[in-house]
Nanobody, 123 residues
Framework: QVQLVESGGGLVQAGGSLRLSCAAS????????MAWFRQASGRAREFVAA????????YYADSVKGRFTISRGSAKNTVYLQMVSLKSEDTAVYYC????????????????WGQGIQVTVSS
């Protein structure tokens, strides 16, 4: 079983920055492909960014490309989402996810999920 815990969310003004962290643990965890998704109030969960097992490949939603950066820690069990130039439309609960299979931009291909963390961008 893999456990994921997000941190780093909060309230920030438009144009500001935040860095989310996701710490993974569990007997079977060995640097799985991981991703960030988000869900705004009243909307469906959407893909934000994903990173491969090695960290060599990254994928981004068009809405965040050029503003968000996903990366892995050196120990491979932590993933970060650096967010800059935040907009009010980035307000959502952000979820970290991991899969034992292949890197994907599709939520239902991720088996493990964190509890989510709120990011609020005030305009």
């Amino acid at each position: 079983q893999v456990q994921l815990v997000e941190s780093g969310g909060g309230l920030v003004q438009a144009g500001g920055s935040l860095r989310l962290s996701c710490a993974a643990s569990g007997d079977s965890f060995s640097g799985y492909p991981m991703a960030w998704f988000r869900q705004a109030s009243g909307r469906a969960r959407e893909f934000v960014a994903a990173i491969s097992r090695s960290g060599s490949r990254t994928y981004y939603a068009d809405s965040v490309k050029g503003r968000f950066t996903i990366s892995r820690g050196s120990a491979k069990n932590t993933v970060y989402l650096q967010m800059v130039s935040l907009k009010s439309e980035d307000t959502a609960v952000y979820y970290c996810a991991a899969t034992g299979e292949f890197t994907s931009t599709t939520a239902n291909e991720y088996e493990y999920w964190g509890q989510g963390i709120q990011v609020t961008v005030s305009s």
